[in-house]
């Protein structure tokens, strides 16, 4: 089932920060982040494992709540170049993916 | 280090027309993955494939086909197209497989069925 994003859509002003939620039904063993501008590839941000191990770059940051299969992604002193579309991908030890239909984010000057 | 690479970048084809899309992965990468991203519905997952075989499989109909060779590139074939097939088509390649490691995602093939 495919994981809930929220918000859909967010607009923040430079500097401003930003929480993006994503929930799942079902156990989860990963969850990763990724961002996607417009015309372009989804670019990995995290990735977030059971068990705490957390792996990302940039400054975002994220948490993984196991037990309420809930995930966040923090984005702090937001910067233009964080504009764009951000999905959070569920997964399994199925060699699978299940991504949100994703949060478009807006930073404006 | 060279990324996904995915071709064509755009296509057109006509109803009930097959198209096959093509997929290079990361060198040293054995896992492919396939999504289908249209407007508002986010990724669907069509198939992965891991040293030429398919582990998973998305709920798409029996149109929407793969298969990997040895050197881990990957096909995607859809046959009859419909309309509602016209959407952007990405591949992603990881080392292990998806949801077990970061996937590298290609720019896609902008399928459009007329």
């Known amino acids: 089932q495919q994981p809930v994003q929220s918000p859909q859509a967010v607009i923040l002003r430079e500097g401003e920060d930003a929480v993006i939620n994503c929930s799942s039904s079902?156990?989860?063993?990963?969850v990763h982040w990724y961002r996607q501008k417009h015309g372009e590839a989804p670019v990995f941000l995290m990735i977030?494992?059971?068990?705490?191990e957390q792996k990302g770059h940039e400054k975002i940051s994220a948490s993984f709540n196991e037990k309420k299969q809930q995930s966040s992604l923090y984005l702090t002193a937001s910067q233009l170049s964080y504009s764009g579309t951000y999905f959070c991908?569920?997964?399994?030890?199925?060699?699978?993916?299940?991504f949100g239909k994703g949060t478009l984010l807006t930073v404006n000057p | 280090k060279a990324g996904v690479t995915q071709t064509p970048r755009y296509l057109i084809k006509t109803r009930g027309q097959q198209v096959t899309l093509s997929c290079s992965p990361i060198?040293?990468?054995?896992?492919v993955s396939w999504y289908q991203q249209t407007p508002g519905q986010g990724l669907q997952f069509l198939f992965e494939?891991?040293?030429?075989?398919?582990?998973n499989k998305g709920n798409f109909p029996g149109r929407f086909s793969g298969r990997q060779f040895s050197n881990s590139r990957s096909e995607m074939n859809v046959s009859t197209l419909e309309l509602g097939d016209s959407a952007l088509y990405l591949c992603?390649?990881?080392?292990?497989?998806?949801?077990?490691?970061?996937?590298?995602f290609g720019q896609g093939t902008r399928l459009t069925v007329v």
């Open positions: 060198s040293g990468h054995r896992s």
């Open positions: 992603a390649s990881s080392s292990s497989g998806q949801g077990l490691t970061e996937a590298f």
């Open positions: 079902k156990a989860l063993y990963s």
């Open positions: 977030l494992l059971k068990g705490g």
């Open positions: 991908g569920t997964g399994g030890s199925n060699y699978k993916l299940t």
């Open positions: 494939y891991f040293s030429e075989t398919q582990r």
